[in-house]
């Protein structure tokens, strides 16, 4: 089974061995303020309905570490310091082997070719990141939190809040130069446009820029117990 935490939305699936959905996702609110207690609460309601699965993948948007949380910038960052989110869902599992990842980096996993230098954008609550060269994946790079336009980080910068206030022409217009920032900083092979406003994309994409499917952040998931790394 895997889990997508978002800032607005948890959602949950079932994957075969290869990856593939089975059958629909399902879908909760994530917790207003969600505390790491409040948010275990939530993701055992979410995955209620859900039954056949030996193991669980969860993407999570913030720094992720062996299993637990060091930062989580939507959620507050303080009562999540060190709260080990793997473990803590697993025993409410009955004790099923959880694996956590940065979210980006999940859905990196479910769309790279595994070819030169690949960079994920998530486009949602935030901005999400993921960077992987030849399909290794290179954690903790949280691009998001960097100031970028007047002091502005690439959250504040393309984040939902801020489609809201200037539309989404203007929006797009971001996204663009987002883009090329990103062009010249990394000088990647291809970019992934991923994320639930990916869809808000009407810019004219470059042949290296393309978008990708949402459920991405799900399918991903079967990949994390293919990396002994992980």
Same mark, same amino acid.
């Given at each position: 089974? %895997? ?16 990856? #593939? ?79 956590? &990842?940065?979210? #980006? ?11 030169? &230098? ?25 691009? #998001? ?16 809040? %801020? ?39 009407? &810019? ?11 459920? #991405? ?6 990949? &994390?117990?293919?990396?002994? %790394?992980?």
């Amino acid at each position: 089974m %895997a889990i997508d935490v978002g800032g607005s939305g948890l959602k949950a699936a079932l994957l075969d061995e290869d990856g #593939a959905m089975l059958g629909d996702r399902v879908r909760v609110p994530t917790p207003e303020g969600a505390s790491p207690e409040g948010m275990v609460d939530a993701l055992e309601t979410l995955v209620a309905p859900l039954s056949g699965f030996d193991r669980v993948s969860i993407g999570f948007p913030g720094v992720v570490r062996r299993g637990r949380v060091l930062t989580a910038p939507h959620f507050g960052n303080e009562p999540w310091r060190d709260f080990p989110l793997a473990e803590a869902l697993g025993q409410r599992l009955g004790g099923k082997p959880v694996r956590l &990842l940065n979210d #980006a980096d999940v859905q990196g996993y479910g769309v790279i070719r595994g070819e030169g &230098l690949e960079l994920v954008l998530t486009l949602g609550t935030g901005m999400g990141s993921s960077l992987f060269r030849d399909g290794v994946c290179m954690p903790h790079m949280e691009f #998001a939190q960097f100031p970028f336009r007047k002091k502005k980080t690439f959250n504040h910068y393309v984040g939902n809040a %801020a489609r809201h206030k200037v539309g989404d022409k203007k929006w797009n217009r971001r996204v663009e130069k987002t883009i090329e920032a990103f062009r010249t900083l990394l000088h990647f092979d291809r970019l992934y446009l991923g994320g639930g406003n990916a869809t808000k994309v009407t &810019l004219e994409l470059p042949p290296d820029v393309s978008i990708v499917d949402n459920a #991405a952040g799900l399918t991903g998931g079967i990949k &994390l117990w293919r990396d002994a %790394a992980l």
